[in-house]
């Protein structure tokens, strides 16, 4: 099926369905008339509504009768009663693509009685600009088409990488989680360049666009993080000085236990 006559359901509305539609209908993937939106709030349907020009309903059901492929946006402690009010309306024509941090496919499948083909996904807020970064891993009954259509999809949003489910959650806590933490390092190296006199806006500037930069130079070099720092850091500099106080403040460790944090989170979300 070509993406311009898809029906794309996305049940949820929330931040992430939010930036997936931005995404979606900025890189003309699929049609907006196209894209159908359900959630319990009416304001943030006639948000998508107005802002978009994507179809909005308040029926799950209904929603999953009329679309081919349904996206769950649900928050994970939502997601077993979602299921029982959609599984009436699944049928195995119908591909289904969770969001849901830490909730397995497996879980999805029993939730939906076995109907259906799964696909889990784990986007990041990034998709608002076209820059997530997501992972895809298959679940019930999909098939090698239906990993291809969802990688077109993820694609026109972001990059997107296809992993095993074992290793989701440590995608969860990397890529999903990750942006909260280099915002956390945008801000402070925006306030540490206001208390070396910069103004605040140019300070934040200019940090947000070294991450940018620094971060476009690992992805289209090829070259490990490591010899790109050994390129900015000269003998006796300004740069080696800098790299040995952040090794005396602990910023790889810190990084490290967040991101296992995030992850051991994922996992209990997904017990539960």
């Not at 850091?233 to 990084?255: C, H, K, M, V």
């Amino acid at each position: 099926m070509e993406l311009k006559n898809l029906k794309l359901g996305m049940i949820g509305g929330g931040a992430m369905a939010e930036n997936l539609v931005r995404g979606m209908v900025q890189a003309q993937l699929i049609p907006a008339e196209n894209i159908v939106v359900s959630d319990i709030k009416q304001e943030r349907l006639t948000l998508l509504r107005e802002q978009f020009g994507v179809k909005t309903m308040l029926d799950n059901v209904e929603l999953v009768i009329k679309t081919d492929v349904i996206i769950l946006a649900v928050k994970p402690q939502n997601m077993r009663l979602l299921l029982e009010e959609i599984r009436q309306a699944v049928t195995e024509h119908k591909l289904i693509i969770s969001i849901a941090a830490g909730i397995q496919t497996k879980t999805i499948a029993e939730g939906l009685g076995g109907k259906g083909r799964i696909i889990r996904c784990m986007p990041n807020i990034a998709a608002k600009t076209l820059a997530s970064a997501s992972a895809l891993c298959t679940g019930s009954g999909a098939t090698a088409q239906d990993m291809t259509l969802a990688k077109k999809l993820f694609d026109a949003i972001g990059i997107t990488v296809v992993v095993s489910e074992d290793l989701m959650d440590a995608v969860t806590g990397l890529s999903g989680s990750g942006p909260a933490f280099v915002f956390v390092v945008i801000e402070t190296l925006a306030d540490a360049g206001v208390r070396a006199g910069l103004q605040r806006s140019v300070a934040l500037t200019l940090a947000a666009q070294t991450c940018l930069g620094a971060a476009r130079l690992v992805l289209t070099s090829h070259e490990h993080p490591a010899v790109l720092k050994d390129q900015v850091a000269s003998p006796g500099g300004t740069t080696i000085a800098g790299l040995a106080a952040l090794e005396q403040a602990g910023l790889r460790n810190a990084l490290l236990q967040a991101v296992a944090a995030a992850v051991t989170r994922s996992q209990e979300l997904g017990r539960s």
